[in-house]
């Protein structure tokens, strides 16, 4: 069958196929449906990138480099320039090919520069601190990726620190791009959003509204995390003793939120107070006006004088006073 622009063709990939201009009848042949329009996302384009069944390839198959891709404009290739291509590789001589005779294979600036300032960013925060202690990673958002690719092409970037109070989440960064030649293309501030891997205390099991929390409560779990305020714990004994405001399922991360200093001493229960003036120390029984948690400051009444006062609750029915 004659091949036009838009008629497709089976060739075997051979060298003698290579003069063909007939369709294979072969009842069992294995057919690599070619794409019409290729997007390449990295460096090279790998054969993956350009077949519609790439299922029916080897893992190794899926990823023989095909060609360069473009950066600077889309491209067409004709089918017997692929054919060409494809065969360096011995083991893909048994399959057919079903394409139309030019496919386009598109730029991949957007995809390759936009990796390369990324990989470039990770390598300036590893040797600078705080990051350089940390397990990190970076998502560039997508006013930065646009910005990244109106640039074009560029042999460097390099980067400083222009937000000096954020190390975790949206943190600005002046990014400047450079040519072969040394020169400067592009400079804009860059607003990466910057992950840090930490172990987060999260519930073990689901946690009822009101537990006291005990340390066979929790588990510690990595987990990427990208907010400076911390809406999370790593230390165990933050959380130990403390009560649940409202219920926790099992998996999710314990933070302030959801925390209650524990009860010291309900309306009307009696608590010991500690008087302390100089070096002087005295115990006193009182009588709780209104309930507390710990570190609140409650009015108690001295039965004996009928002297009410405020004290600071230490402790399950304890309190201390400085006079």
């Given at each position: ?5 838009w008629?497709?063709?089976?060739t075997?990939?051979t ?13 069992y042949a ?5 794409k ?6 990295k ?7 350009i ?22 404009r ?7 320039e ?11 001589h048994s399959?057919e090919?079903?394409s139309?005779?030019?496919?386009r294979?598109?730029?991949?600036k ?7 300032t ?6 300036h925060l590893?040797?600078n601190?705080p ?6 990673d ?15 092409a ?8 222009y937000?000096?109070?954020?190390y ?5 960064f ?15 501030t ?7 891997r ?6 073990k ?6 537990t006291?929390?005990k340390?066979s ?5 990595p987990?990427w995390?990208?907010?400076q305020?911390k ?23 314990i ?6 200093n ?5 309306k ?9 003036k100089g ?19 409650i ?8 002297k ?14 400085s006079?």
């Amino acid at each position: 069958m004659k091949i036009t622009m838009w008629s497709k063709k089976f060739t075997t990939i051979t060298t003698a196929l290579l003069c063909l201009m007939t369709i294979s009848t072969q009842l069992y042949a294995k057919v690599l449906n070619i794409k019409n329009v290729v997007a390449p996302k990295k460096e090279h384009v790998v054969l993956k990138d350009i077949v519609e069944n790439y299922q029916i390839l080897t893992e190794e198959q899926q990823n023989y480099v095909v060609m360069t891709s473009p950066t600077h404009r889309d491209i067409n290739i004709s089918l017997d320039e692929l054919i060409g291509k494809l065969q360096q590789y011995k083991d893909l001589h048994s399959f057919e090919v079903n394409s139309i005779n030019n496919i386009r294979v598109k730029k991949v600036k957007s995809y390759l520069y936009l990796q390369r300032t990324k990989d470039q960013l990770i390598k300036h925060l590893k040797s600078n601190a705080p990051w350089s202690d940390w397990e990190i990673d970076v998502i560039i958002a997508p006013n930065d990726e646009l910005l990244i690719a109106q640039t074009g092409a560029f042999n460097k970037v390099t980067f400083s620190n222009y937000d000096m109070e954020n190390y975790v989440g949206n943190v600005a960064f002046t990014a400047s791009f450079y040519d072969e030649e040394n020169d400067m293309i592009n400079q804009f501030t860059l607003t990466p959003k910057i992950l840090k891997r930490e172990k987060v205390c999260v519930a073990k099991t689901q946690l009822e509204r009101n537990t006291l929390i005990k340390e066979s409560d929790l588990k510690m779990v990595p987990t990427w995390v990208g907010n400076q305020k911390k809406s999370y714990i790593t230390d165990k004994n933050l959380i130990i003793g403390k009560e649940l405001a409202k219920k926790v399922s099992s998996g999710s991360i314990i933070n302030n939120s959801v925390l209650l200093n524990p009860m010291c001493v309900k309306k009307n229960q009696m608590l010991w107070v500690e008087l302390n003036k100089g070096t002087l120390k005295i115990k006193l029984m009182v009588k709780a006006l209104e309930g507390g948690r710990l570190g609140d400051t409650i009015r108690v009444k001295n039965s004996s004088s009928q002297k009410v006062f405020n004290v600071e609750l230490t402790g399950s029915k304890q309190a201390v006073v400085s006079l």
